[in-house]
T-cell receptor, first 111, second 115 residues
Framework: KNQVEQSPQSLIILEGKNCTLQCNYTVSPFSNLRWYKQDTGRGPVSLTIMTFSENTKSNGRYTATLDADTKQSSLHITASQLSDSASYICVVSSPRGTLTFGKGTMLLVSP | KAGVTQTPRYLIKTRGQQVTLSCSPISGHRSVSWYQQTPGQGLQFLFEYFSETQRNKGNFPGRFSGRQFSNSRSEMNVSTLELGDSALYLC??????????????FGPGTRLTVL
């Protein structure tokens, strides 16, 4: 069964600190992996999209990595800001278009 | 360019009623997907429409249905509402089918509460 597991479920960090969110998946075959940021009360916003051949992709202070061999991805947030407080969702797509969603990691950046 | 819009933003219904939610995609986008989001289950795929045809469907009962119009606007209907249907319903649009590399853009969602 295709699954996407995210950890931790929730995380609290101090403003200015770095953090790393994890995503493990069992989706096969694999097409691409996406990280979304969802602010409370809003729809998800895409941060990165990575295909099989991409190991790293950055978007400002967000850097996503992908290891297709171990089926693991991480999202690293550098120098966190209060506005980074949100839910981060990992989504894996198969070549046929089936999307499998993780349940998200809730990040709270504390002043 | 205007983003994805959803109406209404909030809705309160009682069990047994039916509800229709609306989604206007980004201009030029032909694919519209619907998702249900609950705290316990996260995002779950309902269905996708592309050029007025349902392309993909998730594992939801027949009470959940949708359609897409020629201008790509989409509606989702839920009949005989149950308490468990309380959720945030998100619509996402993309240029082509959601499974491709095309990025999906989400709307703000409709918060449905069933009493």
């Amino acid at each position: 069964k295709n699954q996407v597991e995210q950890s931790p479920q929730s995380l609290i960090i101090l403003e200015g600190k770095n953090c790393t969110l994890q995503c493990n998946y069992t989706v096969s075959p694999f097409s691409n992996l996406r990280w979304y940021k969802q602010d409370t009360g809003r729809g998800p916003v895409s941060l990165t999209i990575m295909t099989f051949s991409e190991n790293t992709k950055s978007n400002g202070r967000y850097t996503a990595t992908l290891d297709a061999d171990t089926k693991q991805s991480s999202l690293h947030i550098t120098a966190s800001q209060l506005s980074d407080s949100a839910s981060y969702i990992c989504v894996v797509s198969s070549p046929r278009g089936t999307l499998t969603f993780g349940k998200g990691t809730m990040l709270l950046v504390s002043p | 360019k205007a983003g994805v819009t959803q109406t209404p933003r909030y809705l309160i219904k009682t069990r047994g009623q039916q509800v229709t939610l609306s989604c206007s995609p980004i201009s030029g986008h032909r694919s519209v997907s619907w998702y249900q989001q609950t705290p316990g289950q996260g995002l779950q795929f309902l269905f996708e429409y592309f050029s007025e045809t349902q392309r993909n469907k998730g594992n939801f009962p027949g009470r959940f249905s949708g359609r897409q119009f020629s201008n790509s606007r989409s509606e989702m209907n839920v009949s005989t509402l149950e308490l468990g249907d309380s959720a945030l319903y998100l619509c996402a649009s993309s240029l082509a089918s959601r499974g491709n590399y095309n990025e999906q853009f989400f709307g703000p969602g409709t918060r449905l509460t069933v009493l």
